[in-house]
């Protein structure tokens, strides 16, 4: 099967850099799939799971909390804030950040619509970290 | 003249002082090398990230309400000056160079009629500046109980900086730090932040690529991800300066422990000379002593 190019890199590293088969990725507006030939893309990613296909099967699946992605018909670049393997996300972790995320949005509340936009895109990263965390 | 005891003395507290100047080049060098691993592994996303930028900005180029962070608040009055220096000294002229650096150009900026304001992180260059520009300063970041310098640092201080953007307390933001071009040394400079330089858009980059200079589509549209990307690069600039600084630190310590110790060398060699010279002395003295005595009887 045809294969594009994907490379996921966080600030700190490069974390994934290879050819597959698809990627669904939490684009801001929806989970998007993306398959060699795609058309030219640069979309905003919201908090959410990475999940790569590989040889007709899922082979990896990497929460993120949010970044960029790149989409060319060969390849794809994914800039992920953050950025960590499905199987070691922590419950614990996660509800520390949404109580933090909830706290951020509460002090926030008298801040310009930006500021307040950002914590809420921030808690709903959180939330969505919380909920792959209990079904991983 | 001093005495045989004073001279041993004096040996072995130079020994010892030898002794840790090594150990200190050793772990210098040993960080040095994590370091720069970390700026390696720093390196994919900023030029992903310059990549995209630049198609980016190309399209949003011109446009009248481009974010301010991209062309900046159309004046030139108030300068951000973010001076970066490492946390600890005994590393040579490291943090001198910056704050030198740092006292010229804000020296140069006043005596343009233009209004600077000091925002220090790492201890070294707070103290170096305080003293001087006090009334400038916005505020001093320090990483002192941090062991690892991470992205997340760096974020902060970006979400910080950006803050004052839109509270429009400044107009130019720039960063000062001393930038890693080898172990042995490291030049003091400067990098414009906000307004943001764009990479060049070099249509040749990509052709040479063998792709085809792509039209890509935006979801959400251009501005809004702008909006959200520059914030971002802003963060990987600052991160990058920290990276490099602390790289640049190690190998100045590793380069002024190195001397230390080359140094303390030396100080054994002469001291040791001085010392077998008196010895040698006071055995003449004491042989004529013991011969004219002889004598005499």
Redesign the interface.
Known sequence: MATFDL?L??????LLSRPVEMAVIP???GEMGVLPGH??????LRGGVIRVTEGGRETESLFIMGG?A?I?P?RM?V?A?EATPLATLSRAAAAQRVTEAEAALAAAAND?P??RDRASDRLQAARAMQDAAQAA | MASLKDLRGRINSVKSTRKITQAMKMVAAAKLRRAQAQAEAARPYAQRMERMLASLGAAVAGSPDAPRMLIGTGRDQVHLLVVVTAERGLSGAFNTNAGRFARARIRALEAEGKTVKVLTVGRKGTTYLKREFSSRFVGDVSYHNVKRIGFEQADELATRITAMLEAGEFDVCTLIYNRFQSVISQVASEQRLIPAPLPANDATAPAAAGEAPALYEYEPGEEELLAALLPKNLAIQIYRALLENAAGFYGSQMTAMDNATRNAGDMINRLTLNYNRTRQANITKELIEIISGAEAV
């Open positions: 490379e890199v966080s600030p700190e590293r490069l684009a801001y507006e058309s030219p893309m640069i979309v905003a960029f790149e060319t060969t670049t800039l804030d310009a930006e500021i």
